[in-house]
């Protein structure tokens, strides 16, 4: 008994042989294909060509010329759940023979009537139809059938849509007849070329990444993964992206969340890719996830006590300020900041924020001993026995005259009665430490110190008008950095390592 490939080639053989002089000829002929050949040529196809198709298709779209035989065989490979198809008004009359070659339902198929010619008719039906099916992540579409204006039009949607875009070949075709030879079709995949602009993209959006753009980058990251049959690569950057971006905001919690997402999935996808995206840099990633942990628990309780002042009594905001990984990894996160805003050329804005990072020192170098520069209780300060920090002043009476005297001094007035500020400033922090002998402040020189401090209050960031320039915030940055290492060197760390751990992560990835 013959095979099927053996009969199929048979049936062909004669069909092929088959008068078709007259219209009556050339009916049964058409009518010898559809009931011999057609049945046997789906169930051949399907059997040699249905090993390739390696996912379950939500929907498929196709575009149908005066050939319906490439769309039997693509909707009887694929299976899916739905089918959409693409007629002009002369191909139409063929709609019905696809429907009973491949017992589709009425509920299983639509379709649109478009202009052979017009391939913005084509782009918006297959959009509709892609938002009618609620964005199936699973889709496919056959260019085979229609003109070359459909099957063009068709393709260039697919492709912006991620659909898997499919082809009917054939390796014998029969131009005189303008048909395949029967049994000589095969399914082809063909790669979405948006893959290829999805490389230009993925440029475009990394390029962002080094500006610190991580809106712009996340919107393109997005969009990519959207758009490819393998989205894995632009999910993990987009969180990243969305990470990055939420943490340049001090949105710790967020950060946090979308750092967390990045690590899941280069784990997960890295198990069996060692070469995935990030999977080189997991270590960090983790660092850079238990600091945004960190700071998200920490300023969490830091917004509670900041909302009842009664808790500052308990020392609740001095305990968070003595938390040294804690303040570290807020220093870390500020002055990493200033640092792309000066890259980016926006020195007020680096200005401001290396400004916050002195006042920061300064008030968990006062929280360490006890004092809340916002409600300050000054008998902190005293020296309580020889092994104290310092060589601080013994009595309220010492410390106020401490003060007074070096205010005076810095300020080349005489010594006058001046009350000990009921709110510490960032300057009077310093003169504090200055006055109980702190080891921070021993090399500070609070002259120069007050005249940085001045210039930065005149910036349009601050209280005035003027323009931070280059030279005033290099000696200002110098400054801050300075005082920075000093603070860091006493609890066995410093900058180099603070960046090391806390700057973003930077392309190519």
């Not at 052979?116 to 059938?145: C, H, M, V």
């Not at 996340?218 to 969009?223: K, L, P």
């Not at 069996?272 to 990633?285: A, C, E, S």
């Amino acid at each position: 008994m013959p095979s099927r490939e053996e009969t199929l080639s048979l049936l062909a053989a004669q069909w092929e042989k088959m008068p078709r002089g007259s219209q009556e000829e050339r009916n049964a002929v058409e009518q010898f294909y559809r009931e011999k050949i057609m049945p046997l040529l789906v169930e051949t196809f399907v059997a040699r060509e249905r090993p390739k198709v390696t996912r379950e298709y939500d929907g498929l779209i196709l575009s149908l010329g005066e050939s319906y035989q490439p769309l039997v065989l693509s909707i009887a490979t694929l299976k899916p759940e739905r089918v959409f198809f693409l007629v002009t008004e002369k191909s139409r009359r063929y709609l019905d023979v696809v429907v009973e070659l491949t017992g589709l339902k009425p509920s299983q198929y639509d379709y649109a009537e478009v202009d052979k010619d017009n391939p913005l008719q084509i782009y918006q039906a297959i959009k509709e139809i892609y938002r009618r099916w609620g964005r199936p992540s699973s889709i496919a579409l056959d260019f085979t059938g229609g003109t070359k204006a459909m099957s063009g039009g068709s393709a260039m949607a697919g492709g912006m849509i991620g659909a898997d875009m499919v082809y009917i070949a054939s390796s014998r075709y029969l131009s005189d007849l303008r048909i395949p030879y029967p049994g000589s079709e095969h399914l082809e995949f063909i790669p979405n070329p948006y893959q290829v602009f999805g490389d230009l993209e993925e440029e475009k959006a990394l390029e962002l990444m080094v500006k610190y753009d991580y809106a712009g980058a996340g919107r393109i990251f997005a969009e990519l993964a959207r758009a490819v049959p393998d989205p894995r690569r632009y999910q993990v950057l987009g969180h990243l992206a969305r990470a990055y971006e939420a943490w340049d905001n001090i949105d710790f919690p967020v950060a946090a969340a979308e750092l967390g997402q990045v690590i899941t999935m280069v784990q997960q996808y890295g198990r069996n890719q060692k070469d995935f995206v990030l999977h080189d840099r997991l270590g960090k990633l983790k660092q850079q996830h238990d600091a945004l942990v960190l700071l998200s628990e920490k300023t969490a309780e830091l917004k509670k006590l900041l909302k009842r002042n009664r808790e500052r009594e308990a020392g609740g905001i001095v305990k968070l300020l003595q938390d040294r990984e804690f303040v570290q990894i807020l220093m870390a996160t500020i002055y990493c900041n200033a640092l792309r805003r000066e890259e980016q050329g926006k020195l007020d804005m680096a200005a401001l924020l290396l400004y916050r990072l002195l006042e920061m020192i300064e008030q968990a170098a006062l929280a360490a001993y006890g004092l809340d520069t916002a409600d300050p209780d000054y008998s902190c300060l005293l020296k309580t026995s020889p092994e104290g920090p310092g060589t601080g002043p013994a009595t309220m009476e010492e410390l106020q005259q401490r003060y007074e005297t070096l205010r005076a001094k810095i300020f080349k007035t005489q010594p006058a009665k001046v009350p000990l500020p009921g709110q510490v400033s960032l300057f009077n922090g310093y003169l504090l430490l200055k006055v109980i002998d702190d080891p921070l402040a021993r090399d500070i020189n609070l002259h120069r110190l007050n005249g940085l401090i001045e210039k930065r209050n005149y910036s349009l960031f601050a209280h005035g008008f003027e323009v931070v320039d280059e030279e005033d915030y290099a000696g200002f940055k110098k400054l801050v950095e300075d005082i920075a290492a000093a603070f860091l060197a006493a609890g066995g760390s410093s900058l180099a390592e603070l960046l090391d751990r806390y700057q973003f992560l930077r392309p190519p990835f």
